[in-house]
């Protein structure tokens, strides 16, 4: 199976901040990455599919980038509203869509 | 629009199975898979396998291999998540999302599942 590693696990910014996330796989997925934001209580939401095209609706401020096997989510300038937990997600191998194991965005 | 809504929360004994529906709208119910997601307490996200819904076909991820079944009805546009042999540690919140192959871009509101004696 595909492993998915995240970092940092915890992050903490401030409003305005430029924040980047890093998501490697242990073999290279192409571009066959997504992103998602879920929020305490709530479902995960997708942010990012194809490692770099912007779900519809989501703000401008979130990009993705990479391929192969190291990725990252940007956002541009921290909203009070992006304060969640991210994960990344494989859509390589049909036989395995893992999860990277998540990152916290905290107020710092 | 779409919409995905799951059955509600069950508690199960240890050793029984559970079987969690999850009724989608708003779209053409075969031209999409569903997977299947799981969250522990206070853990990260865990993908439990896929269903096609055109036809049927499964993946399922290992650890949970011969444990789950995943079906749909497309009659009524649902599709099922069945888990037996029930542990403590399956006590998680259950998630089904429309899947459309580079991502899971509709999500049900989730529902709990509850393991103890």
């Known amino acids: 199976d595909i492993q998915m590693t995240q970092s940092p696990s915890t992050l903490s910014a401030s409003v305005g901040d430029r924040v980047t996330i890093t998501c490697r796989a242990s073999?290279?997925?192409?571009?066959?990455l997504a992103w998602y934001q879920q929020k305490p209580g709530k479902a995960p939401k997708l942010l990012i599919y194809k490692a770099s095209s912007l779900e519809s609706g989501v703000p401008s401020r979130f990009s993705g980038s990479g391929s192969g096997t190291e990725f990252t989510l940007t956002i541009s300038s921290l909203q009070p509203d992006d304060f969640a937990t991210y994960y990344c997600?494989?859509?390589?191998?049909?036989?395995?869509?893992?999860f990277g194991g998540g990152t916290k965005v905290e107020i710092k | 629009q779409v919409q995905l809504v799951q059955s509600g929360a069950e508690v199960k004994k240890p050793g029984a199975s559970v079987k969690v529906s999850c009724k989608a709208s708003g779209y053409t119910f075969t031209s999409y898979g569903i997977s299947w997601v799981r969250q522990a307490p206070g853990q990260g996200l865990e993908w439990m396998g896929w269903i096609s819904a055109y036809n049927g076909n499964t993946n399922y991820a290992q650890k949970l291999q011969g444990r789950v079944t995943m079906t749909t009805d497309t009659s009524t546009s649902t599709a099922y998540m069945e888990l037996r042999s029930l542990r403590s540690d399956d006590t998680a919140v259950y998630y089904c999302?429309?899947?459309f192959g580079y991502g899971s871009d509709y999500w049900g509101q989730g529902t709990l599942v509850t393991v103890s004696s």
């Open positions: 073999q290279s997925i192409s571009s066959w």
């Open positions: 999302a429309r899947c």
């Open positions: 997600q494989q859509y390589n191998s049909y036989s395995s869509f893992t």
